[in-house]
């Protein structure tokens, strides 16, 4: 692991549960050495991505906000898909969510609300199980075979239980059929319906998926669904065509 790469990762350490850190707890969390920690705390300080906060401990730094800022308003897969899911939460009433993967990570990038006000535990940006949750295996779903056996060799945990066979049949299904659709995997009475989405030429892997309540659910026609997720993903494929 290069050295850039364990600094980045002090990143990760701070959580909502966990939101600040001493030198001294960062380095015995992480296995690093204190005068190493030291001197990436001071390079992530003078970034803007921590700063200090009281009794020598930091938090996350303003300038993560500034690039937030940035990738939602350059990044060409957030730009290209806007429109054509927010017209689609409009349309149909429903949740529209937008997630892809990198570095074994699944995250929502972009959430357009619908009607219902849900509840939901997973919000944009934050990291979603690996294998839980239609978003996700649709997600996994446009892995080639090597990626996705490195992604499950290397997230043993998050595929605890499950037989790697397994698992490969459920995606090749759901490639197969083009949609995938889970009850209540991450969220009590939540119904989840993504499709894979992938763009080779902007080496995109994602998905893009309806959250609805069981209720509202019962109510639809899941093929319908499908067809409208997929109208919706050729629309983001001819804007991506012609962005920028």
């Not at 050495?33 to 001071?42: I, L």
């Amino acid at each position: 692991m290069s050295s850039l790469t364990k600094m980045l990762n002090v990143l990760d350490l701070f959580t909502p549960e966990h939101p600040s850190w001493t030198i001294e707890e960062m380095a015995e969390h992480l296995g690093y050495a204190v005068p190493t920690m030291y001197r990436y705390a001071r390079e992530l300080n003078n970034a803007g991505l921590l700063r200090h906060s009281s009794g020598a401990r930091y938090v996350l730094g303003s300038r993560i906000i500034e690039l937030d800022y940035q990738i939602r308003n350059i990044d060409p897969l957030i730009q290209a898909s806007s429109q054509a899911m927010r017209s689609l939460a409009e349309k149909s009433g429903s949740d529209v969510v937008l997630g892809t993967i990198y570095a074994d990570r699944i995250i929502t990038i972009s959430h357009f609300f619908g009607e219902e006000n849900l509840k939901i535990s997973y919000v944009r940006g934050k990291r979603m199980p690996l294998y839980r949750g239609a978003l996700s295996k649709s997600v996994l779903a446009t892995l080639s075979r090597p990626q996705l056996r490195k992604v499950v060799t290397d997230n043993a945990e998050a595929f605890a239980g499950q037989v790697p066979e397994t698992v490969q049949e459920e995606l090749r299904e759901i490639r197969k059929k083009g949609y995938c659709i889970t009850f209540s995997e991450l969220n009590q009475g939540v119904v989840g319906i993504a499709i894979p989405y992938q763009n080779k030429a902007h080496q995109i892997n994602a998905a893009l998926g309806f959250i609805v309540s069981d209720k509202r659910y019962s109510l639809m026609e899941a093929g319908k669904a499908v067809a409208e997720l997929q109208n919706c993903a050729e629309e983001i494929d001819f804007a991506l065509r012609h962005y920028g």
